[in-house]
């Protein structure tokens, strides 16, 4: 049975959520948003309509949760004071206080994702690391367990370029995660090497491998973002894609692959971007989208300049670095261990169905990201 300390503890932060999701300015914002839908002009330009109705249901959601919340505290209340009375059973009350605890938890965390980029979708990269045939099977089940997690969370996930594995798995692969809430909130946690250690099925001695593959997560931008693509710099080729088996090979050229000399704005560097994109038989579509990558990884390296000079402002907070060894997954021992929150669980099997909330969430409070004003 819970507590009186217990009920107390979900009475108060609820009513904490209530004053840091600032629910009576959402609520009027949310009203003024819904009134610029009903304008008769609305839907003259599409992609801002869309826009807008996509802002109106996001401010929406927050009110929608956070009313869930509030019924689920106010119905622990009845129940904790209807068994005094004998009018509930314990098991029900219990029942009450879990259902809430789920809910304070999941707005909680969302809350803590006040960068502009959180709300957006993402795009997610894999690359296997050395070590052939070992490390593009590992990169393959990486991909497996992101669309699992994906999937679990009602986003939609597209390929837009895959290499397959010499003999098994993959060398690399390019996904959109789209069309949910906060997937890049989410999923910039995931951003690093990740390092397996197995007995390898394609070791003929039955030793005890070890395969790195690295992950990449970048913000998927969209119309209101703007991000400066200098025409002088890029290129197009075009080649083409086989489809799903050898009779579907693509004769025309519909594959697009995009050259773009990018110029670091500190050191004045140059960098080759290279993307292709094979997603659809029409070639005008995956220019579009190949377009829209390369803003992504425009936008992305902007933000990460911006992060860099907000670490050194923050010198005092513990320093994430971009790229190194943050996860690994030891099969034999029944183990995944986060090394930047000491995170860790021994349900091996979940996690690569895809049950990484608790390392998401746990990266997400050891480094909380707060509003920069932008």
């Known amino acids: 049975m819970i507590t009186q300390e217990q009920l107390k503890d979900v009475m108060e932060r609820t009513e904490a959520l209530y004053k840091y999701l600032n629910i009576e300015q959402r609520q009027v914002e949310f009203e003024e948003e819904q009134l610029r839908t009903q304008a008769p002009d609305f839907w003259d330009d599409p992609a801002r309509a869309q826009a807008q109705m996509k802002k109106v249901k996001g401010i929406e959601k927050w009110l929608t949760d956070y009313k869930q919340v509030r019924q689920l505290a106010d119905e622990l209340q009845l129940a904790f004071d209807f068994y005094k009375d004998e009018m509930v059973s314990e098991e029900e009350v219990e029942d009450d206080y879990a259902k809430v605890i789920k809910a304070i938890e999941e707005l909680e965390l969302r809350n803590m994702l006040r960068q502009k980029e959180d709300p957006m979708d993402c795009v997610l990269k894999i690359n296997s690391g050395a070590g052939g045939t070992e490390s593009q099977d590992w990169a393959q089940m990486l991909m497996r367990m992101y669309m699992r997690w994906a999937e679990a969370h009602g986003y939609k996930v597209s390929i837009s370029n895959l290499q397959e594995g010499d003999e098994a798995g993959i060398?690399?692969?390019?996904?959109?995660?789209?069309?949910?809430?906060?997937?890049?909130?989410?999923?910039?946690?995931?951003?690093?090497?990740?390092?397996?250690?197995?007995?390898?099925?394609?070791?003929?001695?039955?030793?005890?491998?070890?395969?790195?593959?690295?992950?990449?997560?970048?913000?998927?931008?969209?119309?209101?973002?703007?991000?400066?693509?200098?025409?002088?710099k890029l290129s197009w080729d075009t080649f083409r894609s086989s489809g799903a088996g050898g009779q579907n090979v693509n004769k025309v050229e519909s594959g697009v692959r995009l050259r773009y000399w990018y110029t670091d704005p500190d050191t004045g560097e140059e960098e080759e971007i290279l993307i292709e994109n094979t997603e659809t038989r029409d070639q005008p579509k995956n220019k579009e989208r190949a377009m829209k990558l390369l803003?992504?990884?425009?936008?992305?390296?902007?933000?990460?300049?911006?992060?860099?000079?907000?670490?050194?402002?923050?010198?005092?907070?513990?320093?994430?670095?971009?790229?190194?060894?943050?996860?690994?997954?030891?099969?034999?021992?029944?183990?995944?261990?986060?090394?930047?929150?000491?995170?860790?669980?021994?349900?091996?099997?979940?996690?690569?169905?895809?049950?990484?909330?608790?390392?998401?969430?746990?990266?997400?409070?050891?480094?909380?990201?707060t509003d920069d004003g932008e």
């Open 171 to 232: 060398k690399s692969v390019t996904m959109q995660i789209e069309g949910g809430e906060m997937a890049y909130g989410y999923l910039k946690s995931e951003n690093g090497v990740h390092r397996l250690v197995r007995v390898s099925p394609f070791n003929a001695q039955g030793k005890r491998m070890t395969s790195f593959a690295s992950v990449f997560v970048t913000p998927l931008v969209d119309d209101t973002i703007e991000v400066y693509v200098d025409p002088a």
């Open 295 to 369: 803003k992504s990884q425009l936008y992305d390296r902007a933000m990460k300049k911006r992060l860099e000079a907000q670490a050194k402002i923050e010198a005092g907070k513990k320093k994430i670095e971009w790229g190194s060894q943050i996860r690994s997954y030891v099969f034999d021992d029944r183990r995944v261990k986060d090394h930047r929150t000491n995170y860790q669980t021994s349900d091996v099997d979940g996690v690569m169905d895809g049950k990484i909330d608790g390392f998401i969430k746990a990266y997400l409070m050891e480094f909380p990201t």
